[in-house]
DNA sequence: CTTAACTCCGTACTTGAGTACGGAGTCAAG
DNA sequence: CTTGACTCCGTACTCAAGTACGGAGTTAAG
């Protein structure tokens, strides 16, 4: 005979909120719970589990929605495919990482230069982000026009 | 007398749409052009080099609202302001640089065991994922609930 | 029995960076 | 002088992951 909960100590005890917890219910990412006379929603420890699941899952990268169907390979049976799906997710990261690197480089060069230069005619972080032959040129095209 | 464009040739030119520009427009990212008699708008390669400028901040990770608040420093004079700007925005690519390590570690090792493990019971992933008290549980707290 | 707290539901709003739409005006070529 | 391409404008829509709202029903305590 499991504990049962309301939806607010739920949610409480998932760590989100009621709202949040509706949402999910709407999105499948958590079960329609059983109800009691009321209507009101009752839940256990799993349904927790499950909560906390997601919560992992979207603290790694993923999407709702592909935590949706990492969620629809639960049974352990499709192990390859939930691989398949954190490999691509893995390479979109190790993108985003090299992206992100290329922008500290940058980053910090200017700041530094800012520093450095300080008292000069023109601000060189600003004039190189105008410059578009400037260093920042090349950056500007290896880091490529895709938004994260 | 510099050469004129319209919005389509400028946009093209700049590498953006025409809905683009008219959205910086109503931002405040570019002047307000002159117009022909018609009210048709004129550009010319001053404001293309503005766009660049936007499109290279974009790519350094500044928002719409940041490049605004760059620009409204383009002259220079306040160029430790835009420096703080800078440096800020510096410091938060380092932490999602930080996070992005850890996500990438975290994710790496699933897949590993993943691939190790392959034909056992349970997905390896996906049961990481759901185990509260595992290896996870210490990345999912470290890693933290801040969203990029 | 009343009151406060909680839950129900659908709907609308938020943020950021654009995209899409649609009717009207304009411009250059033929 | 008509046709087709382009431009004007405001408004509404997109996506993600929720958050907020508000009126009605329910439940537990006093």
């Given at each position: 005979m499991p504990v049962e909960f309301t939806i607010g100590v739920f949610a409480a005890e998932a760590g989100v909120t009621v709202e949040t917890i509706r949402f999910y219910q709407r999105k499948g990412l958590i079960r329609e719970p059983s109800r009691a006379l009321g209507g009101i929603r009752r839940y256990d420890a799993s349904d927790i589990a499950r909560v906390r699941f997601v919560k992992a899952a979207q603290n790694l990268g993923f999407s709702l929605d592909e935590i949706a169907s990492l969620l629809r390979l639960e049974?352990?049976?499709h192990c390859d495919e939930a691989r398949v799906v954190a490999e691509e997710k893995l390479a979109g990261v190790r993108v985003r990482l090299a992206d992100l690197r290329r922008i500290e480089t940058v980053l910090g060069m200017l700041v530094d230069e800012c520093c450095a230069l300080a008292?000069?005619?023109?601000c060189p972080l600003i004039s190189a982000l105008q410059?578009?032959?400037?260093?920042?040129a090349e950056f500007r095209f290896s880091i490529g026009g895709h938004r994260s």
């Amino acid at each position: 005979m499991p504990v049962e909960f309301t939806i607010g100590v739920f949610a409480a005890e998932a760590g989100v909120t009621v709202e949040t917890i509706r949402f999910y219910q709407r999105k499948g990412l958590i079960r329609e719970p059983s109800r009691a006379l009321g209507g009101i929603r009752r839940y256990d420890a799993s349904d927790i589990a499950r909560v906390r699941f997601v919560k992992a899952a979207q603290n790694l990268g993923f999407s709702l929605d592909e935590i949706a169907s990492l969620l629809r390979l639960e049974d352990g049976a499709h192990c390859d495919e939930a691989r398949v799906v954190a490999e691509e997710k893995l390479a979109g990261v190790r993108v985003r990482l090299a992206d992100l690197r290329r922008i500290e480089t940058v980053l910090g060069m200017l700041v530094d230069e800012c520093c450095a230069l300080a008292g000069h005619v023109r601000c060189p972080l600003i004039s190189a982000l105008q410059n578009q032959q400037g260093d920042l040129a090349e950056f500007r095209f290896s880091i490529g026009g895709h938004r994260s």
